[in-house]
């Protein structure tokens, strides 16, 4: 046996069908991926310039310096990439 209970006020809702909710979940991941993308090129682009000037800056690794200027100058231009990457997506929203 069911009690009856009073009309209770029914919270009031978005109406919002299928279609809304996925073009917003879209924009929302588009977004997120191209902070993402931003962030990544800032710390590759970063990684790049320690490892061009990690000997100025008072590190001593054991490392090859035609090789590290390598991978600086790679990571740099990796990092410039997602960077630009990730500011195309950001303003074509």
């Known amino acids: ?5 009073p009309n209770l006020p029914v919270p009031v809702f978005y109406s919002m069908d299928i279609r809304d909710f996925e073009e ?12 993402y993308d931003l962030s990544m090129g800032v ?4 990684v790049g310039i320690f ?3 990690y000997r100025k800056l008072g590190f001593d ?3 090859d310096p ?16 997602r960077f630009y990457r990730g500011y195309k997506k950001n303003t074509n929203r």
């Not at 917003?24 to 902070?35: D, E, L, V, W, Y």
């Not at 710390?43 to 970063?46: R, S, T």
């Open 1 to 5: 046996m069911q009690k009856d209970f």
């Open 24 to 35: 917003k979940q879209r924009k929302n991941f588009s977004r997120m991926h191209a902070i």
């Open 43 to 46: 710390l590759w682009a970063g």
């Open 51 to 53: 490892f061009l000037f």
């Open 61 to 63: 690794f054991d490392f």
């Open 66 to 81: 035609v090789l590290t200027s390598i991978f600086g100058g790679a990571s740099i231009l990796y990092g410039i990439f």
